[in-house]
């Protein structure tokens, strides 16, 4: 079992930034994979950003590619998400996810993804 929890949401104005933060606990060094995944109201959850527990690859959607950085702290076992010149449609409850089993995934869907924090909310003004 790994447990996630996430924070660092908040509101800002367009234009901002915001650092999330999300703490995984219990069996995390069966990590494969960690994600952040966001969702609208009324919308799908979709795809923001991965990265390999080791660190090696990271893979963006196009729309925060450039402004959004994932990253992690092995020794804290916490992944973070730094997102930078945030717009109004930035607006969604982000949620981080882990794969914890080696294989071939397709990263981008969540469905894939076995453990999920509870969500925090990211609200950006214009």
């Known amino acids: 079992q790994v447990h996630l929890v996430e924070s660092g949401g908040g509101l800002v104005q367009a234009g901002g930034s915001l650092r999330l933060s999300c703490a995984a606990s219990g069996r995390t060094f069966n990590n494969y994979v960690a994600g952040w995944f966001r969702q609208a109201p009324g919308k799908e959850r979709v795809f923001v950003a991965a990265?390999?527990?080791?660190?090696?690859?990271?893979l963006y959607a196009d729309s925060v590619k450039g402004r959004f950085t994932i990253s992690k702290d092995n020794a804290k076992n916490t992944l973070y998400l730094q997102m930078n010149s945030l717009k109004p449609e930035d607006t969604a409850v982000y949620f981080c996810?882990?794969?914890?089993?080696?294989?071939?995934?397709?990263?981008?869907?969540?469905?894939?993804?076995?453990?999920w924090g509870q969500g925090t909310q990211v609200t950006v003004s214009s």
């Open positions: 990265i390999t527990w080791s660190g090696s690859s990271t």
């Open positions: 996810a882990t794969i914890v089993t080696i294989g071939d995934y397709n990263i981008t869907s969540p469905i894939e993804y076995g453990y």
